[in-house]
């Protein structure tokens, strides 16, 4: 299987564009990718812009010590120079979400000719200890 899209970070693994989930069933992953294809046809054709720049989420240690995990979907808004200039959680744990958001807000993107809206999802794994 191609994860050429999957970024491995520790503790967090940032997934652009495909989604890798080995353990959902094949009808949530169709319905996951309606919702992708659908997500992609607002998005009007937009190709993801490249991160140049990230920082890490600081993974709370509560969650963590609790093995209190899963996945944080941000919406970014992104200037043509590449700085993230908004940001906004769209699912995941509330705390996960401010410490994601926290971290994009720091992150930068490859320039490009106008404004765009990224949408990454972020996973946070309490069981890969290091």
């Not at 240690?61 to 908004?86: E, N, Y």
């Not at 807000?105 to 309490?126: S, Y």
């Amino acid at each position: 299987m191609d994860r050429s899209h999957v970024k491995n970070l520790g503790n967090l693994c940032v997934i652009r564009s495909n989604c890798y989930a080995p353990n959902i069933s094949s009808s949530t992953k169709c319905a996951l990718a309606v919702a992708f294809l659908l997500v992609v046809s607002l998005m009007q054709g937009q190709e993801a812009r490249r991160v140049i720049y990230r920082t890490n989420p600081v993974y709370p240690p509560i969650l963590k010590d609790k093995q209190i995990g899963g996945l944080v979907r941000i919406l970014a808004v992104v200037s043509p120079a590449g700085a993230v200039k908004q940001t906004e959680g769209l699912g995941g744990n509330p705390v996960l979400v401010t410490a994601s958001e926290a971290a994009v807000k720091q992150w930068k993107f490859q320039p490009a000719a106008n404004e765009t809206r990224e949408i990454l999802t972020l996973r946070f794994d309490a069981t890969n200890h290091h």
